[in-house]
Nanobody, 124 residues
Framework: QVQLVESGGGLVQAGDSLRLSCAASERTFRRYAMGWFRQAPGKEREFIAA????????SVADSVKGRFTISRGNAKNTVNLQMNSLKPEDTAVYYCAADYAAGAITSASLYRYWGQGTQVTVPS
């Protein structure tokens, strides 16, 4: 069974950095588009960043542009989210997603595979 496993979440102070990673259990995910979403308490799941299978195309939400960067690992079945200058409003559960597609997918409804999520907390 395909699994996505996120890691790297935690409790940090405003202005700090975190690096989230997501690893897919199958090598076939090297050809999959991957993305990051987040969901804060009482809010809908929000698109954060996406990357195509090769890493050559990315999309980043305006709310985090300039602070967050998405990249694929060398193994290509991993994806990283570098988060800099974290703010209290970045507090959420962050989810990794994947699906077979040519481009960087920004819509959650187009992803079939999801990780369990990792908590990021930035106290105010």
């Amino acid at each position: 069974q395909v699994q996505l496993v996120e890691s790297g979440g935690g409790l940090v102070q405003a202005g700090d950095s975190l690096r989230l990673s997501c690893a897919a259990s199958e090598r076939t995910f090297r050809r999959y588009a991957m993305g990051w979403f987040r969901q804060a308490p009482g809010k809908e799941r929000e698109f954060i960043a996406a990357i195509n299978w090769s890493g050559g195309s990315t999309s980043v939400a305006d709310s985090v542009k300039g602070r967050f960067t998405i990249s694929r690992g060398n193994a290509k079945n991993t994806v990283n989210l570098q988060m800099n200058s974290l703010k209290p409003e970045d507090t959420a559960v962050y989810y990794c997603a994947a699906d077979y597609a040519a481009g960087a997918i920004t819509s959650a409804s187009l992803y079939r595979y999801w990780g369990q999520g990792t908590q990021v907390t930035v106290p105010s």
